[in-house]
């Protein structure tokens, strides 16, 4: 249970659930793509958009997970339409295939959920000698947003609703490498910090919703792109962090969010009327919050995209 529930200015908390924000709000007619569904806040977000009747893709890692969190949602709401796909966000030849299979499906995509993520993992690199969390964290994502934008873009246009894209970052965004991102040494195993990393793929999630915001808005598309703190959650997202990860399962029920907490501020910003038109912001608590410094500098904006797409060829 989280302790501190003081609502914002939306009417929401920290200690507000998923169900909470999305109450009342019919999502029939919407598709979305939730990456990292399998699992933690993943599962729940796929769950509370399925709930309110929205038609969820889910992109994960391991499929058979998938199917059964797919099989206890549909268990749970006779009425869900969900669906399970291979996504494996490390990997540029998964994500590409992902794309392509969901493009020919033939199905719009309203809301684009990038939610997958890994923590504070030892060094190790991606099958595209890419270093594995920003790899999979940011460079998968940049990627499969890009190859699915044209479908989203589709979709706004012949539905006349709202497309979203949600990149979830953390307040670990702040505690990254000191200029921010190591473009020089992504790779380089000498200067490596478990933690620094994470925080430096957790920038690149607020600065790519970022330059996604401006570049929709430029081309005068109905499309948001928005980045935001989930809340520390007991997930199994902290497995790689040692001592740690034991303080956090005895602890983490009474000072961290529990699961449909964590999910809240995902769902809020997927399908509340509140944040139609809000664009390039940074959520948390299911309220705008403000990004650091380095999230909202404008030349690292600059220089991260143009990196990205070298790394993404």
Partial sequence: MWLFGRKG?????SSSTAEEVTQGIDGTGLTAIVTGASSGIGTETARVLALRGVHVIMGVRNVAAGRDVKEAIVKEIPTAKVDTMELDLSSIASVRKFAADFSSSGHPLNL??????????PFMLSKDN???QFATNHIGHFLLTNLLLDTMKKAARTSKREGRIINV???AHRYTYKEGIHFDKINDQSGY?????????KLANVLHANELAKRLKEDGVDITANSLHPGAIVTNLFRHMGPISGLVNIFGKIALKN???GAATTCYVALHPQVKGRSGEYFKDSNIGQASAHGRNVELVKKLWDFSMKMVK
């Avoid at 478990?194 to 925080?199: C, E, L, P, Q, T």
Wanted: charged share 5%; glycine share 10%.
């Fill in 9 to 13: 200015p939306s009417g929401f908390s």
């Fill in 112 to 121: 684009l959920i990038n939610n997958a993520g890994i923590m504070a993992t």
């Fill in 130 to 132: 890419i270093e594995l």
């Fill in 169 to 171: 970052s953390s307040e």
């Fill in 193 to 201: 910090s478990n933690f620094a990393a994470y925080g430096q793929s």
């Fill in 259 to 261: 699961v449909q907490q």
